[in-house]
């Protein structure tokens, strides 16, 4: 990993101008040495703080030479080879000295600019387009990526075949491999368009909501619980996962899905499913039930939002700037705390999403709340005379101060007759609802039978209206914001009001809203601040992501990182046209989508590779990459034939075995409500429920997100377990199950192709044939069973590199 | 002839686990990295291995290792308002109303050193010139999960590495067929998996539960109904595949990886059962740790199968005591004394029995060896026989590891409320670990959001190494 890390900031070295190292060797030396060589101090009579300084040096001597690390002060004390070592008490990491090194090697420029001319905050540029006189450019996506392999003197791969080009489209745009059906029909498809065909297609399909969907929920840290010791669930959090399939399937346009998630109740106060969107809000991990740490939960839960806002929709990490000001961005800590002034107002609410149904629920709960407390009160009255009467037997033997604890009334009981009665000692002597139930008379049995009646038929199709989780404004006035000293929320600093970075324009937000307005309309400005083509980040930022999502790694490899830290863009100028194309576009991710996969730069073979850009930067071939967790599991299912394309609703709750619950919060029979349909089990993952506490076996191996904080890429990691969970895992062996016992009614001479139809999408190769028809043979004579021999070459198949990795 | 890759690729497919992956791995594009392969400490480690016995549910220190006669003393009498300010509880409604509670035990002095040590852990007392007990360790969380978040990912909020994570991140593993990192618990804990995750390090870094009998790890038996030969079949046909499919697509160290995370994965196959075989392990030893009798049974097995994974070159292994769903260091809310009693009852023998066993076979100088929990107790009464969570002042021990044993580091005030004397919060206990360990927790670290993260985010600056090995 650090090795890794390290390799990652050389390549961007190269690739940045000279002011990108320039900015990251004073921000290094900024974020080490200026406590005591900077502004405000000048030990040894040193400041860092500008190249003059650094010339002219302190009391022993110039702090560099420029041109040469190893004469100079600076490196010898940084990298401890000669004293003084610093900085004392601390290394500062080897990446960073690499940094420092380059750039007093390369002449030390002082960077020309400040870091507020950092590439990422200034808009996009009016890029034109490459001319290139190539056959191989169909798109102006694909010219943009030949001037680049052109110029670092790299080939593009040989175009893919169509067998690995439907099956990478698919799992892309749906997270599913197509079927062997779609597969055969897109090779034999002659027509010109065919490829356009299949790309739109898919977009038309809500299948790829879900694919998508679950990218945009790793984004927002969705989960359907809240974590921590109870990890109680979040009020209808999937209605907001459903709003976003929803969205992405009607293709909303980016600024309006920014819009509604940032300030859909302020900007659409009419429209209930615009205000859903806030849910993003909502869906994050929280400790509100704590009790006693009120004030500490509403810093952290204004934390997550501002965290969470600038990460998603900026790629700005502005976390840092909560305790000082950021270290390596333009990012003071008032800034900070201006943005959190944007969501002091903000809190919890529930979004009706049906008028009608909604006007009534209050009502309806407060009446069931009554009809409860009476049949509670009821049955106690029942149960009352024969409790008694069993204590009474079981304490005949009790010791006397036992038996006089429980005796006293429940009131008038000591503390240590409570303790005596609700602890230990007492367990043997309480009456439970058991027993009594046993004892009830005919007639008390009947009462009990009526009461039971009433409930069931109060019950009985049961279920909230349809309502949304989302956040509003207390009112037309905020709450003060303080920024908080070095990020300590128990003291007070200066007030702050509303508004944006400054390093992005800046700029207030009204602090006094129109006389008539219900809400502070602090994160309405917000949001239209976000969403417009004026802002330099938010369209870069998403077209990043798009990119990231079919090619594995962004055009900028940090996509929730955009400061001087972040890595520089692999294609600036590209990165630049693709975000204006966005926006002229009316933000439309579909013809995103479609831009991107229509150019041969996607459709390149994954076959190819050079070592003079080992990790593929400038796109020479494609990426090839493992199925993510959802795509595994909907993989075996749709190849099982058991897939169930049922969309939305409450989270399919799927069974697992004790030994998979291991480590669940609370007992399994209440922590785990397994769904009762078992239809509804063969769902896809998207819908699976996602405990902030726990995660299934296959969710946790296969590097699911935690849903702590924005996941904008999941790792893609290659261990043991997951080969033991796809082997061995009770998942594996049902669906393999399943798929053999179908095979089974197939004549013996169908099977092995028909298998590998359904696995693979695709016939197998004579070799492959022969074999399985071996494998087939080894395994009955091993088994004694055709048919298990079967379930083991699917076993074996649902294990296969082929069916796990996308070309 | 030379022969061509593919030749090499596809004849190695002949006879699964007879080939040396590692040999086709080294052969092969040095693209793919063993993110768990050895790693050199920072500087010279004291401690290559941990045993992290985790009280969970919060072991009350005053009746166990932090004697105050002042508290027995004061018994049943309130305590100043004064004294109480800023103390947060969990059930105890107002403290300053509650009243102060000695401890219903006896503590004697044990070893040569002397140190008080409660009769609820008399065993492990008799071991107390190995251990160093530190008094005064405290922190801010009060409720369990946020506390043992605090406690072993320096974060009351979840998502972050946890320390065996991290010591696996920066010193990798000396044995590939186990995992680097291994928990067992009593099933159910307060602050769910997430207590043992890897936060935002790769899924590689996670602690592998252990759970009881023959094959401890998740899916690592043979399904039901598949015989041994049938499995190897399976695996031969599909690393079979696997090398034609690779022959056709050029190098690709990860799809060659994952070849040999099956290889990996059979080799774990057996080598687990043999690492938690404890039956060829001595009457005499199984006796020590008080296996076979109800009470200790369990943690016996635990702590002798500790040992057993240390002499396999196991990184690190968290064992916690008490589970939500069951016996707790925690139902100490309302029946301190049948909890405790029964915690340690559980718990003295065979903790006794594991540091006696390691320095017998010559390990205990390099593994470390630590009790402690997400927080102690309350010397003020909760109810009339409970007390409440108490992080403001606390004990946890360390052995082994190079730590001078004999010695009290810290101190409580006179009651056990604060810490008063050398106080150490979550982030100083856990610099100080990985500084046993040969790892500087200010070079421990993984960039995430933009950030150099570190284990003890900005602190441990109360490191205290130099105290606990006595120099």
Redesign the interface.
Known sequence: ?W?L?ILAYFSTLILSADDALSLRAVAVLKANCSGCHGDSAAMSGLRLSSLDEMLKGGTRGPAIIPGDAKQSRLYLAVTRAAEPAMPPG??I?AGDIEIVRQWIDAGAQWPEAKASSWWSFQKPRRVAVPELMSAWVRTPVDAFILAKLNEKGLKAAAEADRFTLIRRATFDLHGLPPTAEEARAFINDASPDAYEKLVDRLLMSPRYGEKWGRHWLDLVRYGDTA???Q?PYILEAWRYRDWVINALNSDKPYDRFVKEQVAGDELYPDDADAKSGTGMYCVG?N?DM?F??EDQNRV?VLTDYVDTTS?VFLGL?V??AR?HDHK??PIPQRDYYRMRAIFEPAVKTRVFLEYNEARGYDLAENRREIKLRQIGEELSRIQAPYRKELLEKKLATAPGELREAFLTDGAKRT??Q??MV???AGRTYRVSDDEIRAALSQADAERLHAIEKRLVSMFAGYKPPPMSPGITDIGPESPKTYIAPRGNWQMRGDVVGPGFLSVLGGGDVPVEPPPDAVTTLRRKALAEWIASPNNALTARVMVNRVWQGHFGRGLVG?P??Y?V??EAPSHPEFLDWLANEFVAQGWSLKKLHRTIMLSSVYRQS????SPRD?QNLYLSHYN?R?LQSEEIRDSMLAGAGVLNLKMGGIPVVPPLDD??L??????PSDAWVVTADKTEHTRRGVYLISR????S?MQ??F?SP?G??PCPRR???????????L???RFT?EQSKTLADALWRKPPAERIADAWQQVLARAPSD??SH??TE?LA??AK??GSQQ?ALA??V??LF????F??V? | MQRTRREILLNAGRGFGAMALTAMLKGASA???N?LAPKPPHTAARAKSVIYLFMHGGASHVDTFDPKPELTRRSGQPISAEQVKGL?T?FIHDPSKALLRGSPWKFQPHGKSGIEVSELYHNVGERIDDIAVIRSCFGDAF????AIYLRNSGSQ???RPCLGSWVI?GLGSENENLPAFVVM?D????????GY?A??????Y?G??F?GGVNP???????A???A??QK???S??D???R???A?????S??E???A??E??YK?QSSAPEAVDITKETGATKKLYGIGETRTDDFGRKCLLARRLVERGVRFIQIYAGT??GDDWD?AH??LV?SHNLMCGKTDKPIAALLTDLKGRGLLESTLVIWGGEFGRTPLSQ????RDHHPYGFSMWMAGGGVKGGQVIGATDEFGLRAVEDAFDAHDVNATILRLMGM?H??L???Y????QRLTD?HGEHEFTNKLIGS
């Open positions: 990993m090795r890390g601390k290394t990491e974590g921590f010791e990890d991990p400790r704590l006693k740490v952290e990460s990490t976390g840092c305790c390596f961005d503390p240590a409570v303790e609700s602890g230990a940090t929730s990182d400061g830290r972040g994954s076959v190819g590779g080992p090839r493992r030994d998979e291991y480590g669940i919060i609370g007992n902030r506490a726990f995660r076996p946790e191996v590097d935690d702590n904080a790792e893609s990691s290659t261990i043991a377990p997951q080969s033991l969970t082997l061995n895992g062996i070799s492959e074999a399985a494998f080894a395994q091993t088994t298990a083991e070459l076993r074996g294990n296969l590199n082929e796990l990795y070309d | 693209g793919h990295v993110p947060k969990s409720d369990h999960a946020p909020l979840p998502g991140y618990s099933g159910s804990t307060k602050s769910g998996p997430q995750s936060g935002f390090l790769p899924t590689v996670q592998t539960v759970r790890i998740l899916n690592l038996a043979t399904p109904g598949v015989s030969e049938q079949q399976t695996l046909f599909i079979q595949l696997d034609e499919h690779l056709t697509r050029g190098e690709d990860t799809l990886a994952r070849i995370s099956y990996l994965a774990m939500n769903t139902n309302t029946d049948g109810g009339l026989n409970g500087d200010l070079k670290t993984h960039l959001q933009g950030r150099e900005v």
